[in-house]
């Protein structure tokens, strides 16, 4: 496929991410190039999301964008990956008459051979069947190759010598809004000496953090050697590995949140003090509706449950506001919760209804612009609550994972108060603390990959400042 240059374009989580980096490789190892410049491309590939309407909605107003240019480049092809392809299935075409190309997440290491089959003008789709038609077998069968892909591609994750690993596919916890279960298949966790052998073979090539991935990371279960693993079992193992230094695990369901787990925070130096645990809401009556199968007492006491094992653990959270009859209480519910557990950061999102989601027999009655109201609310609470605990850090000297250069020096030395940042010592770097908190410091570029000792000075909103301290 020497004449093969594609592009990809990523909407979504960490989980496509990932899938953007096994895609590329599936694609140069059989000869395609992967270019920059969607201009240079003849192959136009994206990876969606469609957690979110707004995320569908900004993809095929994009791919709408290229009829022209499809009609000047016949030989273009446009192909639709990832979750928006398996939630629409047959119904793609219609949606997106030029894709000439489909394929569901767990397929990826299909593309190769559907560009082949749309250049000679076969149809070109590799899509699961939905979750009542199709038995585990169909969904487990692809995973085979996906794994191969995982192991072989080369480290290159979010940044320099830190790599993300598949830990659990799919989900079968089917919050009532939530589409990936939907569209990423049943839960499978992988085995115990794939994830190993990935993380053995990264941390030789250079890695130093690891990020386990997984919708429900913490519901990891497997058999092997005799023996049954969970996730807690699995990062013993891991933090093991030879010039490994943090591990993270991303994004934990707080029912899974075993005492066995959060004693990991404490017994496993590598574990990272860093938690996301997603709550959604803080209102009993929301959350049952939501079949998160907690109430907000629970939830709390699985934070606690980690902070007894680890004091100093930052915990970040995920909440959807306007969910189908969240009134101003449950609302009022959702920011005390966050006030009682000063979280270190969240994510807020408005709920936005998804097609076959069993939220949709409910109404979606909360106004858009009072789930904007809430939404910006609850999102300052949030910030404010997450910069008083970066400023509670402020004097500390803590281990930085340096990433490289500051992407945005300016804007990090405006949020210090407005005054330029010295850069004696080199160009402004950024990195993060154990917790996941950035930290802007000065220091030279070659630091990017290591861990060093930074003497915090200050805070400004939830970013720190400091000073290296060697
Ligand atoms: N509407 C709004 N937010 C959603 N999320 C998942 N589904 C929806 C939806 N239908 C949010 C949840 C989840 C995050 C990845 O996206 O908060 O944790
Ligand atoms: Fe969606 Fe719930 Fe699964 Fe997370 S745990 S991916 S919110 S169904």
């Known amino acids: 496929m020497e004449d093969v240059r594609a592009h990809i374009t990523t909407y979504g989580c960490q989980m496509n991410r990932l899938d953007a980096e096994l895609l590329a490789h599936a694609l140069r190892r059989e000869g395609a190039r992967v270019v920059a410049d969607p201009n240079d491309a003849n192959v136009l590939l994206f990876l969606t999301c469609s957690v979110r309407a707004h995320a569908e909605e ?24 990832g979750c928006t392809a398996q939630q629409y299935g047959d119904r793609l075409g219609e949606r997106a008459p030029l894709a000439d190309l489909a394929c569901a997440p767990g397929r990826l290491a299909e ?49 320099p010598r830190h790599a993300c690993v598949t830990v659990v596919r799919g989900c079968d916890n089917f919050c009532a809004y939530c589409v990936v279960p939907h569209v990423r298949g049943p839960e499978r966790s992988r085995p115990p000496s794939a994830v190993l052998d990935e993380v053995r073979r990264f941390a030789g090539e250079g890695a130093r953090q690891v990020t386990f991935l997984g919708q429900a990371v913490n519901k990891y279960q497997a058999r092997e050697a005799g023996r049954p693993w969970d996730l807690a079992d699995l990062l013993a193992e891991a933090a093991d590995t030879r010039g490994l230094a943090r591990l993270h695990f991303i994004t934990n369901h707080p029912a899974a949140m075993t005492e066995r787990l959060a004693d990991a925070f404490a017994r496993v ?52 506001v306007g969910f189908p009859g969240e009134t101003e209480a449950d609302f009022e519910a959702t920011c005390d919760l966050v006030r009682r557990t000063r979280f270190a950061g969240g994510f807020v999102f408005k709920y936005s209804p998804r097609p076959g989601t069993a939220a949709e027999r409910y109404t979606d009655d909360v106004p858009d612009a009072e789930k904007r109201r809430r939404h910006q609310v609850l999102l300052d609470l949030i910030q404010d609550i997450a910069g008083e605990e970066s400023r509670a850090l402020v004097g500390r000297t803590v281990p930085v994972f340096v990433e490289g250069p500051s992407p945005n020096p300016h804007l990090d030395a405006a949020a210090g108060g407005g005054q330029a940042e010295s850069l004696a010592g080199g160009v402004q770097l950024r990195g993060r603390t154990p917790g996941g908190r950035i930290v802007v410091f000065d220091g030279p570029t070659d630091l990017a990959g290591e861990i060093v000792d930074v003497r915090l000075t200050r805070a400004a909103g939830v970013t720190l400042f400091g000073e290296r301290a060697s």
């Open 269 to 320: 130096p590598a574990v990272c003090p860093y938690l996301h645990m997603p709550a959604q809401a803080g209102s009993d009556a929301v959350l049952r509706r939501m079949n998160r199968g907690y109430t907000a007492a629970e939830y709390e006491e699985r934070v606690a449950r980690v902070r007894r094992a680890r004091p100093d653990v930052a915990v970040a959270s995920d909440f959807i």
């Open 111 to 159: 593309v190769p051979d559907l560009i082949r089959k749309a250049r000679r003008g076969r149809p070109a789709d590799a899509l699961d069947p939905t979750r009542t038609d199709g038995t585990r077998e169909a969904f487990v069968a692809p995973d085979a190759r996906l794994d191969d892909l995982e192991l072989a591609r080369p480290l290159g994750g979010p940044s």
């Open 58 to 81: 900004r993809l095929f107003s994009n791919v709408g964008a290229l009829k022209a240019r499809k009609r000047r480049e016949p030989d273009l092809l446009v192909g639709i990956l």
